[in-house]
């Protein structure tokens, strides 16, 4: 199975995808976590990506492109992936399809996880990630704790330099101008599943199987 998660930042994509990755047994590709991996790393990507990520603008999509192509062909998703935060641009989009297309994989399933911005800016300004495992928290969920209730690291939970007012709100522009139309697009050559983001993690999840499983 291969699905593409698509929605805002801050509606629950990576712990949706997570969930499903488990569920599924199929790899859970985020290229937020590849290019964060390559900032803590030092590697040239990462330095570069850093100056762009902690602006909330995007990543160049010939650069995006290459990690995809690079880790759709690996063994490991030789059974299907979960996309998480790619494609973000029309180009990339395009590419995907050109792609999936060479590597003879014809289906997939779009699922759009939607929530209003309100909601989105709480989520955002509240979460936390735990920096061994990626896990995301919302604040009141670990407020007492020290240790990751997900991988039981001890005082890992940072906020991400991209969480900041600021660049909250810089992303959602980039969002709204750039990444929405990807769902235009989709709606044009796809089936796209809408998924209602608000709930808990559990009746998300519920939702997305139910229409999966459809
Ligand atoms: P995420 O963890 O998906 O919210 O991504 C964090 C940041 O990484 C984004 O705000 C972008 O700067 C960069 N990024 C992640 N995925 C992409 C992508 N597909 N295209 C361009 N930039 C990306």
Do not use: W
């Not at 699905?3 to 499903?20: E, H, N, R, W, Y």
């Not at 040239?44 to 762009?52: F, W």
């Not at 003879?104 to 929530?115: D, F, P, Q, R, S």
């Not at 990444?179 to 939702?207: A, C, F, H, M, W």
């Amino acid at each position: 199975m291969r699905i593409i998660l698509f929605g805002s930042p801050g509606v629950g994509k990576g712990t949706q995808a997570k969930i499903l990755s488990s569920q599924f047994s199929i790899p859970h590709i985020s290229t937020g976590d590849i290019l964060r991996s390559a900032i803590d790393n030092r590697t040239s990507l990462g330095m570069e990506a850093k100056k762009i990520m902690d602006k909330g603008e995007l990543v160049p999509d010939n650069v995006m492109i290459g990690i995809i192509r690079d880790t759709i062909q690996e063994a490991k998703c030789k059974n299907g992936f979960i996309l998480d935060g790619f494609p973000r641009t029309i180009a990339q989009a395009e590419n995907l399809d050109k792609l999936l297309m060479e590597l003879h994989m014809y289906e997939k399933i779009l699922v759009a996880i939607t929530a209003n911005e309100e909601e989105i800016i709480r989520r955002l300004t509240n979460r936390r990630a735990c920096k061994v495992c990626n896990q995301i928290f919302v604040l009141n969920e670990i407020e007492c704790a020290d240790t990751c209730p997900n991988c039981g690291a001890k005082e890992s939970f940072y906020q991400r330099s991209d969480d900041k007012e600021e660049v909250i709100r810089k992303r959602l522009e980039v969002f709204k101008n750039t990444t929405e139309p990807v769902l235009r697009y989709y709606e044009k050559n796809n089936n796209v599943i809408y998924i209602n983001g608000i709930g808990s993690i559990e009746d998300v999840t519920q939702r997305i199987l139910e229409k999966i499983n459809k």
